[in-house]
C-alpha cells in the first residue's frame, strides 16, 4: 500500500467496501479517491476502484507504468476493467516489469503487446489472425463489426480467471485471512 501511495487506510467489511467503490466510482467528484485492498486471495492481493480504470485516460499511463513497477517487484501485476453497462473491457498483463498486452476495448489505438491465452483463442474462431488493434473498419467492415459488437465475447472477467482469479467468483464467503482495507488514493 505504501508503494501504492495509498493513505487513510481503514478497515471495511465485503459488502461495504463493494457498495462504496461503486458510488464513488459513479460520482463526478472524487471519482479516483478511493480503492479497497483485499487480504491475499489464492496469492493475489486485488486492489479495485476507478483510480485503477485503464479506459479514462487520464488513468491508462499512470496504471501502466504501476503494473510494469509492481510486476518487476512481485513478479506479476495485472489491471482490468470490466463494465456491466456494456461500457468496455481493459486488460493490462505485466510479467517481469515488462507489458505482456495491453487491451482497451474503447481506445484500440492504446494496445500493447500481442494477444495470448483466451484473447488469441477467441480471435482464432473470429478469424482474426493478427491484433484486434490492426483491424481496418473501412477493409474488415464485417469482422471488425462482429468482434467489436461484443469483444468476441473476450471480457475482461474471462481473461482475469484465466491470469489469475475468477472476479465474478469472489465474495464474502471466498476464503482469506486478513481484513479487508478501503484507503484514500494520492
Known amino acids: 500500500m505504501r508503494r501504492l501511495g495509498l493513505t487513510e487506510v481503514r478497515p471495511s467489511t465485503w459488502p461495504e467496501a463493494v ?16 480503492v479497497v485492498v483485499t487480504p491475499a486471495l489464492n496469492g493475489w492481493t486485488l486492489v479495485f476502484g476507478a483510480w485503477l480504470g485503464l479506459p479514462y485516460l487520464a488513468r491508462m499511463d499512470p ?12 513478479g506479476k501485476a495485472q489491471a482490468y476493467f470490466h463494465s456491466e453497462q456494456n461500457d468496455g473491457e481493459a486488460w493490462l498483463i505485466a510479467d517481469h516489469g ?39 473498419p473501412d477493409d474488415d467492415e464485417d469482422l471488425a463489426s462482429e468482434w467489436a459488437a461484443t469483444w468476441g465475447d473476450c471480457w475482461a472477467t474471462t481473461v482475469a480467471a ?23 488514493t494520492p
Open 63 to 74: 496504471i501502466t507504468k504501476l503494473c510494469e513497477d509492481l510486476s518487476a517487484r512481485y
Open 98 to 136: 515488462t507489458v505482456l498486452r495491453r487491451w482497451i476495448s474503447e481506445f484500440p489505438e492504446a494496445a500493447m503487446g500481442e494477444p495470448f491465452g483466451i484473447e488469441r483463442r477467441l480471435l482464432d474462431e473470429f478469424g482474426i489472425p493478427g491484433k484486434p488493434e490492426d483491424l481496418d
Open 162 to 184: 484465466e491470469h489469475s482469479l475468477d472476479p465474478t467468483t469472489i465474495g464474502p464467503s471466498t476464503a482469506s485471512v486478513g481484513t479487508i482495507l478501503v484507503a484514500s
Open 19 to 34: 457498495n462504496l467503490v461503486d458510488e464513488v466510482a459513479h460520482s463526478r467528484e472524487g471519482r479516483f479517491s478511493t
